[in-house]
């Protein structure tokens, strides 16, 4: 069972930038897919961007060019760098993680972008 705790989130101005960390407790290396979603007021949650075998990464058409996933393996830590933040960015982030068919989520991460 993989547990995830995300830290990274805040208050920033539009055009600022933030890193959104997801600190697993167990080993990622072996993970079928880890990414970040995003749940905004009022809105379901989507998909921001996800590495996964066989696909390497994608990214939602709305963070193209300003988000980037990244994974440490030896720190077991999922990264969300976020660049030329928006208003529209404002969401609470959650971490993904599917291992064996089993999908597990954290807890989020509040990004709160202010125009």
């Known amino acids: 069972q993989v547990q995830l705790v995300e830290s990274g989130g805040g208050l920033v101005q539009a055009g600022g930038s933030l890193r959104l960390s997801c600190a697993a407790s167990g080993s990622i290396f072996r993970v079928n897919s880890m990414g970040w979603y995003r749940q905004a007021p009022g809105k379901q949650r989507e998909l921001v961007a996800i590495?996964?075998?066989?696909?390497?990464?994608m990214y939602a058409d709305s963070v193209k060019g300003r988000f980037t996933i990244s994974r440490d393996n030896a720190q077991n830590t999922i990264y969300l760098q976020m660049n030329s933040l928006k208003p529209e960015d404002t969401a609470v982030y959650y971490c993904?993680?599917?291992?064996?068919?089993?999908?597990?989520w954290g807890k989020g991460t509040l990004v709160t972008v202010s125009s």
């Open positions: 993904n993680v599917v291992e064996y068919g089993m999908s597990y």
């Open positions: 590495m996964a075998t066989g696909i390497s990464t």
